[in-house]
Each structure stands twice: as C-alpha cells, then as structure tokens.
C-alpha cells in the first residue's frame, strides 16, 4: 500500500518548504529515493502523483517545495513571479534543491547510495543544475526542461548521469539551446542522453496543457515514451 506524508522542513535561514513524500509501507526495506522537482506554478498535485507512481516503482518519491511553504502561482504572471526569484539567482536554486537533497537522503527508508531526481519543465532546470554542481547522485532526468547554464562556473567532471527528454518543437528549449547542452555535458565529461520527440512542444507530459499557440501542449505518446525512458534509466543507474 502507498503511504503519503506532509513533509515539512526549514532551511538555515529558517523559511519552511512543504513537500510530499510517499512510499510503499508493505516492506521496511531501505530503497532508492527520488527527488521531484516542480513545475513553475510550485509543488502540486501534478508532482504528487509523480511521487505516488515513483512509490509504485518501488522508490521512495519526494515532491519537494523550491518556493517555500504557502508559495504556489494560481495564475501565469505570480508562478512567473516566483520561478523568476530562483531564475536569477542560481546559486539560491542550488541551495533549495541540495537542501530538499539532504531531506531525502536523511530518510531512514531511503539508500542513500542510489539516490536520483526528476524534474518538469523549471524542475528540469533545476535537477540539471543539481548535476551540474557535481551532487553524487545516481542520475537525473528532465522533462522539458530549460537549459541555459547558470552563471556559476563549475570545473569538476558532473557526477549524476544525465538523461533529458525533449519535445523538439519545444520553444524553451530550441534545437540550438539543446545542442550547446548536449556540449556542455560533454565538456563536463558526463553520462549523458537527450531523447527528442518530434511533433512534440513544452509541457508534453501534462493533459491540461492546452496552448498549441504557445508551442505548450500534452502529447500523449511522449509522455508514455518518457516515462518508460525513465524508468529504464533509474533501473539502470540503480545499484539495487
């Protein structure tokens, strides 16, 4: 059976994140744990039932908050508002992720040697940026997710191996922004995939986008293909 739990933690500062962690309660043996990282609106019922289907894998799946307790967008122009907070300052989107990082691999039903993230649209930035400062995680995956480097300047080689999953018609990711990607990890020397879909825009694993205008729509075979690439990548990257 899946059990889900209010997560609630503070940073050093003490402003508190509330996530959501969830687990399959038949075994008490330690598994891997996978971070979820939110859409630009803040942590949902979206990445919940991401959680949830993570549990179902056998992980444990924690949807992790990156704009603190009570911060969540209704509308486009306040999640712009909040995404942007963390936009422009990579290095707090760093602290955020490593800090709800450190919530995971404190769990005592968590492997804290197979430990992955995945991350939707800004959550795809974000768990790239997690790769990118060399965290010693298993793997992580984005979905749509945006790709400029941040103004950090890293040297070590990245550690997590890197699996993206990209909708070519994507315009937050265009074809050029996902080729300097693709050279960006291997500068870094890192494990990496990219596996674009054609016909396919942002947002291609939610039903309720809806703006072909926008290049923003779901696509339901990639959001099919992505999440089977996925689960062959943490069965993979996992030591279990």
Not at 150 to 159: A, C
Not at 210 to 220: L, R, T
Request: with cysteine.
């Amino acid at each position: 059976m899946i059990t889900s739990e209010t997560l609630t933690y503070t940073d050093a500062a003490g402003n508190e994140f509330e996530g959501t962690i969830s687990w399959d309660n038949s075994t008490t043996k330690k598994r891997p744990g996978v971070l979820v990282a939110h859409t630009f609106k803040g942590q949902g019922e979206f990445e919940n039932d991401k959680a949830v289907a993570l549990a179902k894998l056998g992980y444990v799946g924690i949807a992790i908050d990156m704009y603190g307790k009570g911060r969540r967008a209704k509308v486009k122009s306040e999640a712009d508002a909040l995404m942007h907070e963390l936009t422009r300052d990579r290095s707090l989107l760093l602290e955020r992720i490593l800090l709800a990082l450190g919530q995971l691999q404190e769990h005592p039903l968590v492997d804290q040697d197979n430990i992955g993230a995945i991350g939707f649209c800004f959550g795809g930035k974000t768990v790239l940026d997690l790769a990118r400062s060399s965290a010693d995680i298993r793997g992580v995956v984005s979905f749509h997710g945006v790709y400029d480097q941040p103004d950090i300047l890293y040297s070590q080689p990245i550690k997590a191996s890197v699996l993206v999953l990209h909708g070519w018609e994507d315009p937050l990711a265009t074809p050029e922004q996902t080729v300097a990607l693709a050279q960006e990890l291997t500068e870094r020397r890192a494990d990496w995939q990219i596996l674009a879909f054609g016909h396919t825009g942002h947002a291609f694993t939610n039903p309720n986008a809806n703006f072909p205008e926008q290049g923003m729509f779901y696509q339901a075979d990639a959001n099919q293909r992505s999440w089977k690439a996925m689960i062959n990548f943490f069965e993979e990257k996992f030591n279990v």
